[in-house]
């Protein structure tokens, strides 16, 4: 905290505030949020077409919860797509899955998960990276997890049915892949979530590993 900050607490402490004083501090705190926006949640927008831009929402306990149910039995390594502040990966690593990796293309994200990370003692037991979901290698990847938004997952279910290996399991929170069948469903309203077997999408869609749905 600097000096101005410390100087303006001290005031606060030592002065009534009154009406007028509540709010200027309501309105420079709507000013602050809207700062925040700009300035830690816009960046990793700016150079992604609007229709792929997913809103950073934090994932509830409730949908934390649903997705580790769905992984019940699972194990080896894990990606969450979109991974946000972290709390996806960290769970996962605290139920035993290894390596467990985030990937989220806002800057300010990445460093709010690994500053999560580093608070709860597990910030070198899990890893975030800086890079476009579209990008990512996914041939090797066991369990995956996404919190994305609808126009996203219908493109995403591409890519997944191309890369995964058969034996993959794709559990989507808050929204299901509009196309594909879940194998189990956990949780209600907004905190459902969808697990989907890679093997049995391609068995019964007749997509192969390799080629794509239209």
């Known amino acids: 905290m600097d000096d101005d900050d410390s100087e303006a607490l001290a005031e606060l402490r030592t002065k009534s505030l009154g009406l007028s004083g509540v709010a200027?501090?309501?309105?420079?705190?709507g000013l602050a949020v809207y700062a925040m926006w700009v300035g830690i949640l816009q960046p990793g927008f700016?150079?992604?077409?609007?229709?792929?831009?997913?809103?950073?929402?934090?994932?509830?306990?409730?949908?934390?919860?649903?997705?580790?149910?769905?992984l019940k039995g699972r194990k080896?390594?894990?990606?969450?797509l979109g991974s946000g502040d972290g709390r996806i990966v960290l769970e996962a690593h605290r139920r035993g899955f290894t390596p467990a990796v985030g990937y989220e293309l806002n800057p300010w994200l990445i460093y709010l998960s690994r500053?999560?990370?580093w608070r709860a003692d597990h910030h070198s037991k899990v890893s975030y990276k800086r890079e476009d979901l579209w990008k990512v290698d996914l041939s090797k990847c066991k369990n995956v997890t996404v919190f994305l938004a609808p126009s996203v997952l219908s493109l995403l279910q591409k890519k997944l049915l191309a890369e995964l290996p058969?034996?993959?399991?794709?559990?989507?929170?808050?929204f299901p892949f509009p196309d594909w069948t879940p194998c189990r469903i956990e949780g209600l309203g907004v905190d459902r979530a969808w697990a989907y077997s890679i093997e049995a999408l391609r068995r019964t869609d007749g997509f192969p590993k390799g080629e794509e749905s239209t």
Request: charged share 15%; proline share 6%.
């Open 115 to 117: 500053f999560n990370a």
């Open 76 to 80: 080896g390594n894990i990606v969450d």
């Open 24 to 29: 200027q501090i309501a309105a420079g705190t």
């Open 166 to 174: 058969d034996d993959a399991l794709v559990i989507a929170g808050r």
């Open 46 to 70: 700016r150079r992604v077409p609007l229709k792929l831009q997913v809103p950073y929402i934090p994932a509830s306990q409730s949908q934390v919860r649903n997705v580790m149910t769905l």
